[in-house]
């Protein structure tokens, strides 16, 4: 099949960020999608300033359906197929339940759950024509264990992953796997950004005293996309310090 053809929504910022060197570094074509046309094209301009030449990147909203489906037609007549399928999109919008606002929940629900039909949904058809593929989608702890401010998230979440395994039984026999990766607290830009009190109060919850990174996430999203890992399907790989295990 040769160079595996890798697509990764929300892939420009991140974890999705970690997730697409991660790819690249692995030897696969990268496609990445952010949501600003600009920021998508210096993103690629820096992965090729680094020596990176196979990678592109598209600005698309996962969340409309019609935008998705046409990006990937776009990506069929570019490159033919797509092999591998990390659904990273996703937003918060926080508030108590009893202050949170329609707005608020449909659009968490629209990137963080929509987004799932409307991207993996065409990609699907691609790897069962070909007869291969690995999709990954990205949870959280809090879809696990659930979150004070964050139903609209939580709910979310934990939908990635019965989305997963009503997938992976649906392809298991198909050569494609679908699995889930739900991180913990990531020393990402946003976690910089909290105040270094409550910081440190969330540092302490977690068994092995540490956020985590970005990369040991794109660590283990880059094994479950590799044909080494065909036997893993309808998984969920926790990524949390121990915070919360179950």
């Not at 050569?175 to 105040?195: F, H, K, L």
């Not at 660590?219 to 179950?246: P, R, W």
């Amino acid at each position: 099949m040769g160079k595996k053809i890798a697509l990764v929504t929300g892939g420009i910022r991140g974890i999705g960020h970690a997730i697409s060197k991660k790819l690249l570094s692995s030897g696969a074509f990268v496609i990445a999608v952010g949501t600003n046309k600009e920021r998508c094209k210096k993103w690629v301009d820096t992965q090729k300033e680094e020596g990176f030449e196979d990678v592109d990147a598209y600005a698309c909203d996962v969340s409309d359906c019609s935008a998705a489906s046409e990006m990937i037609k776009s990506i069929k007549e570019k490159y033919g197929r797509i092999d591998i399928l990390v659904n990273n999109a996703g937003i918060t919008r926080d508030a108590t339940f009893k202050k949170m606002t329609l707005q608020q929940w449909d659009e968490v629900m629209k990137v963080n759950v929509n987004s799932l039909y409307n991207v993996t949904q065409p990609v699907l058809g691609l790897m069962l024509d070909n007869g291969y593929g690995r999709i990954v989608n990205i949870s959280s702890i809090n879809g696990q264990k659930g979150q004070f401010g964050q139903a609209n998230y939580s709910t979310a979440k934990a939908a990635v992953h019965g989305f997963t395994k009503s997938l992976a039984l649906e392809t298991a026999s198909k050569n494609i796997t679908v699995n889930t990766v739900s991180p913990g607290y990531i020393a990402t830009d946003m976690m910089r950004d909290i105040p270094e009190e409550i910081l440190q109060k969330i540092i302490a919850q977690i068994p092995v005293k540490r956020l985590g990174t970005p990369e040991e996430i794109a660590d283990i999203v880059q094994y479950l996309s590799d044909e080494k890992s065909g036997f893993i399907t309808g998984s969920n790989i926790a990524i949390n310090g121990g915070q919360h295990m179950c």
